[in-house]
C-alpha cells in the first residue's frame, strides 16, 4: 500500500536528507539501485528486520519472542493469542505484558528489556548514499517522474538537466547505480 511506512525510504546523501517510495527506487527494476532496497528476498526467506519492528504480524511477534534466551516457550503463543502486532508490542508496558498473560518477574524484566532494544532499532534509519546530493537528487527526481509515468499520471518525464561542472560527476553516479544498457535510460542514447 502507498501508505506503509516500509515504503518510505529515508537517505541521507551525504549529509542531505532525501525520502522517497521505494517504487521509486525500484523502477528500474536490473539497477543496483532497485536491488539495493529490495525487499522481496528476506520476506520470502522469513526474515524479519528488527528495524521494521512497527511493521511486525502477530506471527511475527511471536516468532521473535520464540527466539529470547532465557523465557518461556509459551510466551511467543501468549502475544499471538493476544493478538499483539509489532506495533502494540512496541507500546507494551509492565502492565501490557502482564493484562496479555504473561506473569513470571524474570520474563517480564526480560521482555521489557528487548522491547526497548527492538524500539532503538525501530527509529527511522536513513540509508546511507556517499554520492553529491546535486546529482543524486537529479536521478531521484527523474525516477519520481518515471514512477508517475508507469502510473498514467504525468507523460513521460525529460532527461535529466545537469549543470557543465557536475555533468562528469552525474555520469559516475548513474553508470554507478544503472550499469550497462540501464544508464542510458537517464542519460540518454549519446552517452
Not at 24 to 33: F, P, Q, R
Not at 130 to 159: M, Q, T, W
Not at 171 to 191: H, Q, T
Request: proline share 2%; net charge negative.
Amino acid at each position: 500500500a502507498s501508505g506503509d511506512a516500509k515504503d518510505v525510504i529515508t537517505l541521507n546523501v551525504s549529509g542531505t536528507t532525501m525520502a522517497t517510495k521505494r517504487t521509486t527506487l525500484e523502477i528500474v527494476k536490473k539497477s543496483v539501485l532497485a536491488q539495493q532496497f529490495d525487499d522481496s528476498g528476506c520476506a520470502e526467506q522469513g526474515y524479519s528486520d528488527n528495524s521494521r519492528a512497527k511493521e511486525w504480524t502477530t506471527d511475527e511477534v511471536s516468532a521473535w519472542a520464540k527466539k529470547i534466551h532465557g523465557i518461556e516457550d509459551n510466551v511467543g503463543s501468549i502475544l499471538e493469542e493476544s493478538k499483539i502486532t509489532g506495533r502494540k508490542l512496541l507500546a507494551m508496558n509492565m502492565e501490557g505484558l502482564k493484562m496479555a498473560g504473561i506473569e513470571n518477574v524474570g520474563t517480564l524484566c526480560l521482555l521489557l528489556e528487548e522491547i526497548k532494544l527492538l524500539k532503538q532499532a525501530s527509529l527511522d534509519v536513513a540509508t546511507l548514499i556517499e554520492h553529491s546530493p546535486y546529482c543524486f537528487g537529479k536521478i531521484l527526481d527523474y525516477l519520481r517522474f518515471k514512477n508517475l509515468h508507469s502510473l498514467g499520471l504525468v507523460e513521460e518525464p525529460a532527461l535529466p538537466t545537469v549543470c557543465d561542472l557536475q555533468w562528469s560527476r552525474f555520469e559516475k553516479v548513474v553508470k554507478y547505480y544503472f550499469p550497462g544498457e540501464s544508464a542510458k535510460l537517464i542519460l540518454g542514447d549519446s552517452n
